[in-house]
């Protein structure tokens, strides 16, 4: 079954075409991967599809219903949710209040909740506060509940992402480089913990410059360059495909740092 | 809350109780416009602390409920305390008809934005609008108000009267801080894009804090009306829109201890110093820009990571 | 740490609270509440001044009734909230009398206080709205704006004979009040008041508003606010040559109206009750001496000299009724039947605390800033 | 029709000099991204300086222009330097903090500019004296335009073009630039980004004691608590054109100024300020950073 699904989507900023009528689709309970080079245009698409950026042309389409134009948290509320490629945190609040942000929209408190507790608004918190500690666990949190996360290191930091993107119980979970500024043991705890995502049910779509975590965790791969869309595969097509040989020689060297293209 | 924490409140709020046996009626007069002022500041607070709105013209909302409320006693005779649930509805709706268009704006823009309001808010009271507000003047000869036949007469009464309301909105403010609708006012200050992105509509809570702001501020409007009983425009200007930012951020910004302790150092200390008449704003102002290398998150920061217990419990 | 400076803050708060302010006298105590800080400073503390130099002067003379005179000011900063803080703490300290204060607005704030504490009150505030609730307590040392607004009808349409006239105030109530009541005695002498507008004080960009009304050829043009926009009025009228008179109320009638128009103050006209320079009395012209002596500077208006009267004739109540009580001073104040000498004029009251009669003049001011009287 | 011109004369004047004073603003906002509240009050001080210093030295000069040329750069100096001290005070120590303590630092200095103001010169207004510039008017038909205002529109014209040459033209103007855009990013590049900024202060308090002077010249009267309007309307202007942006807040001062004559003129004077509000308001409900619009980069 198709959950999301982008068609002919194009994003122009002055006169670049950053993202040039680019399609692919994505099934529920898969884990897509998006490569391609720097300034291929592949955080403008995820910017496009969670609202960020209003595409010139195309539409995205989510279980059958046009999203094209959403605001993110309308988008986010659909069950779409995403991290950052440099890390979007609450950074001045803790872990456990960052992982809460995600409850919002699962909360069902009202506005004068605000001013008045009632009964139901206390279960209320007390239920979601007990949803976080879940997830910290999960995620293997539980001893930073209450650190300021600009005192995290990066790789915890990264955790504390994802598991405020699982608080607010997606289904899909759209990660923008999450390898990025890892070293290769959390990177491997990372490969792990997708996996882990997908077995609980999430369908991931992620963009990653580490070519050896897209090959290992990844079902199905759109590979990007200059906007378009130049292969689509499994991993093992992609990886032979002479288009994407050629897009990626010569600037393997270049690309480990994060594409600042479009910002 | 923590325990301590409960306590110095309590130990505020004790203070402030037995406050008026120490005092003779002008310091009285001092400590009830505290009140009210750190009502406002408090209100503030929600717009400019925790939305992290930069509004600039908050008094133009202490100055709507003074006036709603001033007119409605004088020319419909009606108890000002009646007053207070039209003040409220009236400022909501007019702070959230402003803040539709303009609340996108960024930090600056918004401030400059509020401080338009504010103007504009000041010439149609200087214009003495459909002869209502009184022009320059003000208006004069409100009336204090009865509640099951007690008159709030003396200025005692009124004292206590605002000390009743400001531990009202001080729980309630509490009731924020452990809410839903309170943390997305702090994440959508800290980043809003993360904010939206995790599905909080900033938009809706921007509006809600802004339009819970002005309806406190408006409150306090009508407290002051109830004080004074003559208000007059120059109690509602730019300037002390500005006071009561100043009073945020010198405070620390979304720390309720701070925005107290803000007030009392912004409008109480240059009272206790009226002796040095000339001087005392010069060194006012050296003050504020010491305060501010000194302890630039304000003087009492806001702590986070305040969760739950039983979050902890088995750690 | 931190707990510590909270802790220490809060002691603080508590202690400044409670201050005493406790001051037991043997003392006649006199209190001036004037804006002694704030944009109107200059007269607030020409107020202050003045007021200390008769005191001083009084005392060297043996007092009031024996007793030594002490003079506390509380500034009001031109504000209304201020205003009532400083009532509250003159009437702590039990003065007798207050002196002040300059604006109407801040006269009008604490009135009831004062009257409610029943401490005389003296101001010179000029609103009608001040002698409206007719407290005993307060006494008006000028007069009224209807009173200077018949006069300046009458001077405008039945002497100087004018069709045309253009009305300027600014924000304030005293000015807005003075305006209205202008331009309802010119209207109700059927002259045509062919423009009514506000300026907003202080900010010295007057060429808009004087553009228009030269379109409107108005024979002369009125304006009812303060010295310090007026003298740029008449700079900008002539530097924009527009033919008109121009005419300034009683608050223009300052020496800086004149610093400000430079030049073109030469032909413009005023109207107020007698300036200090040309109070006829020889007792005035000495205070005035004295006070330049004193202070190096002059007395920066009339007013200042109006408020001193006020507490002038409050001191000589009390010396004719041998009493320090105020409500047999208020009773003597309210009941001469001869009027007391002021500095600035005759000085009695009727029941409501308005100044029984008024003496306006019209000035045209000379090519050597003198002022010549062109109707009494 | 001679009203509109004069109207428009009107305009320009007072607009020229809200848009030196706004220069200061937005030179400001444009590398340290917060609003000096300081700089009204720093163009009232120099106000008073440089009469101050004209009254002291015109006897030694046979000519009143030589000696307000004299003055005018003696004070130049003098609030340069005093610029200066304030960025090193008052702004410096919080280029870390939040954006919102220099704000309060900045209302602060402005509190002390002006009560120091009231302290040294007293309460009173001073005065510049008339015979500064020649009372000399020319006519145009009904219209008319005084020698000063003359002098004020071709100075500022020559001050902005000269400001503009030097932003775009030069290797300073150039690292100016860079350090608005990035300041960490120009600091790499070999830039001294503090010494740019005492240069935007120095630059920024001499185009504010220029409008300060011409205020004085102008007006004549000036007043201990007279920057806190200036400041404010410049300000705005500022905005309007897009603040951060140079030839913004050139075109937002003249702008303003323009606006607020017609409105007066034309419509209202009693709801003047209400129209420039509201029309800001509008300005920015549809151009969010205004006119000319500011380089904003928000990163995703």
């Known amino acids: 079954m198709e959950l999301l699904k982008i068609e002919n989507l194009t994003k122009i900023f002055g006169g670049l075409v950053a993202v040039d009528h680019l399609s692919f689709s994505v099934k529920k309970g898969q884990i897509y991967g998006i490569i391609g080079p720097n300034g291929a245009g592949k955080t403008t698409v995820f910017n496009c599809l969670t609202g960020i950026y209003k595409p010139e042309e195309g539409t995205v389409i989510w279980k059958g219903k046009d999203i094209t134009n959403y605001p993110p948290d309308k988008i986010a509320n659909l069950g779409i949710v995403r991290t950052f490629q440099t890390i979007r945190l609450f950074s001045d609040m803790c872990v456990a209040e960052n992982i809460m942000s995600g409850r919002n929209q699962i909360s069902k408190q009202h506005w004068y909740h605000g001013l008045i507790h009632t009964p139901f608004s206390k279960r209320d918190e007390k239920k979601n506060w007990l949803k976080v500690k879940e997830i910290m666990e999960l995620m293997n949190l539980q001893d930073y509940a209450t650190e300021l996360t600009k005192n995290l290191p990066y790789g915890h930091q990264r955790r504390v992402e994802i598991a405020r993107a699982l608080a607010t119980e997606p289904e899909l979970i759209v990660l923008d480089e999450p390898a990025a500024g890892l070293n290769g043991h959390e990177t491997l705890d990372l490969t792990n913990l997708i996996f882990k995502l997908r077995d609980m049910g999430f369908t991931i779509l992620l963009i990653e410059h580490d070519m050896n975590l897209v090959m290992n965790v990844t079902d199905y791969i759109t590979v990007v360059n200059f906007g378009e869309k130049i292969c689509e595969g499994t991993p093992e097509i992609v990886q032979n495909d002479p288009a994407v040989i050629e897009a990626y020689l010569g600037k393997e060297d270049a690309d480990d740092e994060g594409d600042e293209d479009e910002n | 809350m923590r325990k301590s924490a409960i306590y110095k409140y309590l130990v505020f709020l004790g203070i402030l109780l037995i406050y008026p046996l120490f005092s003779n009626s002008s310091w009285l007069a001092i400590g009830t416009t505290f009140i009210i002022y750190s009502i406002v500041a408090l209100s503030q607070d929600i717009v400019l602390g925790k939305a992290g709105m930069f509004d600039m013209g908050h008094a133009m909302f202490f100055g709507i409920g003074a006036y709603i409320s001033a007119i409605m006693n004088t020319v419909f005779n009606i108890p000002i305390l009646w007053a207070i649930p039209v003040v409220v509805l009236i400022s909501a709706i007019i702070s959230v008809l402003m803040a539709m268009p303009t609340i996108h704006l960024r930090g600056d823009y918004l401030l400059v934005v509020t401080i338009g309001f504010n103007i504009i808010f000041q010439q149609v009271i200087k214009n003495n609008v459909f002869g209502l507000t009184g022009g320059p003047n003000g208006i004069f000869g409100i009336e204090r108000p009865s509640l099951f036949g007690f008159e709030f007469s003396s200025d005692l009464s009124v004292y206590y009267l605002a000390f009743f309301v400001l531990i009202l909105i001080l729980i309630m403010i509490k009731n924020l801080e452990t809410s839903a609708v309170g943390r997305a006012f702090h994440y959508l200050r800290l980043d809003n894009l993360a904010a939206q992105c995790v599905g909080i509509n900033t938009r809706f809570y921007r509006l809600f804090a802004f339009a819970l702001g002005a309806s406190i501020a408006s409150i306090a409007g009508v407290l002051f009306a109830i004080q004074y009983t003559v208000i007059s425009p120059e109690s509602f200007n730019l300037m002390q829109s500005i006071l009561f930012f100043t009073i945020v951020i010198v405070g620390g910004m979304s720390s309720i201890p701070g925005v107290l302790l803000g007030t009392f150092l912004m409008f109480v200390l240059p009272e206790i110093f009226r002796d040095f008449n000339t001087y005392r704003y010069l060194v006012f102002g050296v003050m504020m820009i010491l305060t501010m290398i000194l302890r630039p998150r304000g003087i009492i920061p806001k702590k986070f990571g305040i969760i739950p217990k039983y979050l902890l419990k088995d750690k | ?376 | 029709m001679y009203i509109f011109i004069q109207q428009v004369i009107n305009g320009l004047t007072i607009g020229s000099i809200f848009a030196l004073i706004a220069l200061g603003y937005t030179m400001v906002y444009g590398t340290m991204k917060f609003i000096n509240f300081a700089h009204g009050d720093l163009v009232a001080l120099s106000a008073f300086v440089g009469l101050t210093i004209y009254t002291t030295v015109v006897s030694s000069f046979s000519n009143s222009i030589i000696a307000i040329l004299i003055s005018l750069i003696i004070t130049i100096v003098i609030i340069s330097i005093i610029g200066y001290l304030l960025e090193r005070i008052a702004y410096r120590p919080l280029r870390k903090a939040p954006r919102l303590s220099a704000v309060v630092s900045a209302l602060g200095a402005g509190m002390v500019f002006q009560n120091a103001i009231m302290l040294i010169w007293g309460p009173n207004p001073h005065y510049y004296p008339a015979d500064i510039i020649p009372n000399k008017i020319w006519h145009f038909g009904d219209s008319v335009i005084s020698l000063i205002q003359i002098l004020i529109l071709l100075l500022s014209f020559f001050i902005m073009i000269g400001l503009y040459i030097l932003v775009n033209k030069t290797r300073t103007g150039r690292a100016i630039r860079a350090a608005a855009i990035n300041q960490d990013a120009a600091r790499l590049m070999g830039i001294n980004v503090d010494a740019i900024i005492v240069i935007i202060f120095a630059l920024g308090s001499t185009l504010g004691a220029v409008g300060g002077m011409f205020l004085g010249m102008f007006y004549r009267g000036i007043t201990f608590n007279m920057g806190w309007n200036y400041g404010i309307s410049a300000f705005v202007a500022a905005i309007i054109g897009g603040i951060g942006n140079i030839p913004g807040a050139m075109l937002g001062g003249i702008f303003l100024g323009l606006f607020n004559s017609l409105i007066a003129g034309y419509i209202s004077s009693t709801w003047a300020d209400a129209f420039t509000y509201i029309l800001l308001i509008l300005i920015l409900i549809f151009k969010p950073t205004g006119i000319l619009g500011e380089r904003v980069a928000e990163k995703v």
Request: charged share 20%; proline share 4%.
């Open chain 3, 1 to 376: 740490m931190k707990k510590k400076i909270t802790g220490s803050l809060m002691l603080l708060m508590v202690l400044a609270l409670i201050i005493p302010i406790g001051l037991n006298a043997k003392v006649v105590k006199i209190g001036v509440q004037a804006p002694i800080t704030g944009k109107y400073a200059n007269e607030g503390q020409g107020i202050d001044q003045a007021v200390r130099l008769i005191v001083e002067q009084k005392n060297a003379q043996g007092g009031l009734l024996g007793n030594k005179i002490e003079v506390i000011s509380e500034d009001d900063e031109g504000t209304a909230v201020k205003a009532a803080f400083a009532a509250k703490n003159l009437i702590n300290k039990k003065v007798m009398a207050v002196i002040g204060s300059y604006t109407s607005t801040c006269a009008a704030a604490p009135q009831k206080m004062y009257y409610k504490a029943g401490v005389l009150q003296t101001s010179d505030g000029t609103s009608d709205a001040l002698t409206k609730h007719a407290y005993w307590t307060f006494f008006r040392n000028s007069n009224p704006n209807s009173a200077e607004a018949i006069f300046t009808a009458n001077h405008f349409i039945n002497q100087r004979h004018y069709k045309k006239v253009a009305i300027l105030s600014d924000y304030s109530s005293f000015a807005v009040g003075l305006g209205d009541a202008v331009k309802k005695e010119i209207e109700k002498l059927g002259g045509d008041v062919v423009y009514y507008g506000k300026i907003k004080a202080g900010n010295q960009n007057f060429t808009p508003i004087l553009t228009k009304i030269k379109s409107l050829h108005p024979d002369v043009i009125y304006f009812s606010g303060y010295y310090s926009d007026g003298g740029l009025l008449r700079s900008q009228q002539v530097q924009l040559d527009i033919k008109a008179d121009f005419y300034g109320g009683d608050a223009n009638d300052n020496v800086d109206f004149v610093k400000l128009a430079g030049s073109a103050a030469s032909g413009s006209y005023l109207i107020n009750v007698p300036t200090p320079s040309l109070l006829p009395y020889d007792d005035a012209k000495k205070f005035l001496a004295d006070y330049e002596k004193k202070y190096g500077m002059k007395i920066p208006s009339i007013w200042t000299i109006l408020n001193v009267d006020g507490l002038r004739a409050i001191m000589y109540a009390a010396e004719q009724t041998n009493s320090l009580d105020t409500k047999v001073i208020a009773d003597f104040l309210h009941n001469m039947k001869k009027p007391f000498p002021g500095f600035t004029g005759p000085l009695s009251w009727d029941k409501k605390g308005e100044r029984i009669g008024s003496s306006y003049f019209a000035y045209e001011i000379q090519p050597d800033n003198s002022y010549k009287v062109i109707s009494k």
